[in-house]
């Protein structure tokens, strides 16, 4: 569990840096150059997940609730969900014009629907710990930029329709890698 809370810890510091710590940040950028402080900040986001993933899959499992089998539905209808949020920012489909932080609010739901269905501690401190950050980010980043958003234009319908499609097949693939992975997304077969 060490490992797994190290990795949550690197993921919220350097998350929040530039959010709460703007000043740091910028005297971070000066230092190294914006192109070579962005690229440390992405070696530890990738380090933090790494941290992450050993930390949970060593992490001695301790079973807090049994969760029902049908909130698997209620899981899979929630990641599609998220899919669909998580990739609406390289789409011209009008959600970023009608939703400020779609990527977090993407995190959130993936975070909930894995709550949902884990009922071990170690998924708690996880997912648990990845809702806090998304809720703690999305509030930083209102405060940091004032209640003024510019949004984008509003999509067109071939974006809406492209959106759709891809939604389906990037949730596809997340079903398919879950599969591989050995944990089945599937009714049945645990999440």
Known sequence: MPILILGLALWWATHLLKIKAPARRAELDARLGAGPAKGVMAAL??????????????????????????????????????????IAKGIPSG??????????????TWALAHLLVNGDLASVVLFGGILAWAVVAMIGINKRDGKDWARPAPGTVKGW??????????????????????VSPLPGGGA
């Open 161 to 182: 329709a492209i959106h759709a499609v891809a939604t389906v097949v990037v949730f596809g693939i997340i079903a398919m890698l879950h599969l591989w992975a050995g």
């Open 95 to 108: 959600v970023r014009a009608r939703v400020r932080h779609p990527q977090l609010i993407a995190t959130k």
């Open 45 to 86: 986001s990738v380090a933090a997940v790494a941290l992450m993933v050993i930390g949970y899959q060593r992490a001695e499992f301790v079973n807090l609730w049994f969760p029902p089998a049908y909130l698997v539905h209620l899981n899979n209808l929630l990641m599609l969900v998220a899919v669909f949020f998580f």
